[in-house]
């Protein structure tokens, strides 16, 4: 039986958005899952604690706007700039929490509808630091729709998990014949500068891409249970973070390229670095796909931005800009 077609992402009410069923994620991993309690702080769904964004973005004058936006504190970002002058009708968002960072019981959503035609770079403005947690777990949710001949790239800064830190990401992306989406992650061991190093609770992910009619196109899964301790021997194995520090990965789907050639262009980015990694075409041939492991946080952000940079040329004809986060 094929899949079933997923429907587009539409902007939703305010009271939608704020049904916890909106913002919370529909399957948890049991290692997350069993953490779950009543905090004796503030709950799950207490004002603070659900954060959302809800951007929708279209070709409007030749160049690409913001032209729909729901944002509930902790989420909000900054006004899109325009500020690449090899590409200029790119809009470029950075996404911020107020918080300072994911506390337990925490609740985010961020959906992303990127239009026909439209160039969108979507960023973090710092590290996202997950937070001691001592009930409960927090969770996040990110949705990012790419329409046909639109050009995305979603690049957040690292996620740090500190000491007994809980949390789950899941991330599904629809992306139409014709789209290109350039999506990149970071996970630290921890709070390294104070020795926490593998020392958060349960650290776990899962990516989703697909077609529109619901055509499965990759899926990537991450587990990590250290449990401060116990099974860190599991984590630093190999296939994960194989003795190192930072794991990095980047995922190009796109049609503009052959996926060997986009392969190809990602090896030779790196192949100089001295980094550990491998490089891989996508299932159903939709692109192409690298990690990376280190322990230097500037060798693996230097190595990620060169293999960006490097598809960008490939996909676009233009260079990836310095883009200079305070």
């Known amino acids: 039986m094929p899949p079933a077609p997923v429907p587009p ?3 939703r009410s305010a009271t939608d958005r704020l049904a916890p069923g909106y913002y919370t994620a529909a399957r948890v991993p049991p290692e997350v899952g069993e953490l779950a309690s009543l905090p004796d702080t503030l709950a799950p769904g207490s ?3 659900v954060g959302i ?7 409007r004058g030749g160049r690409t706007e913001l032209v729909e936006r729901y944002q509930k504190t902790p989420l909000q970002i900054m006004r899109p700039l325009w500020i690449d002058p090899a590409l200029p009708g790119m809009s470029y968002v950075y996404l911020m929490a107020t918080g300072g960072g994911i506390a337990q019981a925490d609740r985010y959503r961020m959906d ?4 026909p035609g439209t ?3 979507l960023t973090t403005q710092a590290a996202s630091k997950i937070f001691r947690m001592e009930h409960d777990y927090a969770s996040q949710r990110v949705h990012i729709t790419a329409a046909e001949g639109s050009y995305v790239e979603y690049l957040p800064d690292p996620l740090i998990p500190f000491r007994d830190a809980r949390f789950y990401q899941h991330t599904d992306v629809t992306v139409a014949p014709g789209a290109t989406v350039v999506l990149g992650d970071t996970v630290t061991a921890g709070r390294l500068a104070r020795g926490e190093r593998h020392d958060y609770r349960v650290l776990a992910t899962d990516l989703r891409i697909r077609r529109p009619d619901g055509t499965l196109l990759a899926i990537d899964t991450l587990r990590l249970a250290p449990g401060g301790g116990r099974g860190r021997a599991e984590v630093l194995g190999p296939g994960v973070f194989a ?3 930072h794991v990095a990965s980047l995922y190009v789907v796109t049609d503009r390229r052959p996926a060997a050639e986009v392969a ?3 090896h030779h980015a790196l192949a100089e670095r001295g980094l550990l990694y491998g490089v891989s075409v996508l299932p159903r041939e939709c692109g192409a796909w690298v990690r990376l492991l280190d322990d230097s ?3 693996v952000a230097a190595a990620k931005d060169a293999a960006w940079d490097a598809v960008r040329r490939l996909l676009t004809g233009h260079p990836a800009p310095d883009l200079r986060k305070a």
């Open 47 to 49: 004002p603070a604690k």
């Open 9 to 11: 992402m539409a902007p």
């Open 297 to 299: 946080p500037v060798r």
């Open 112 to 115: 992303f509808r990127c239009g």
């Open 119 to 121: 160039q969108v770079h």
């Open 243 to 245: 003795g190192h520090d």
């Open 264 to 266: 190809d262009t990602l």
């Open 53 to 59: 964004l809800d951007l929708g973005f279209a070709v």
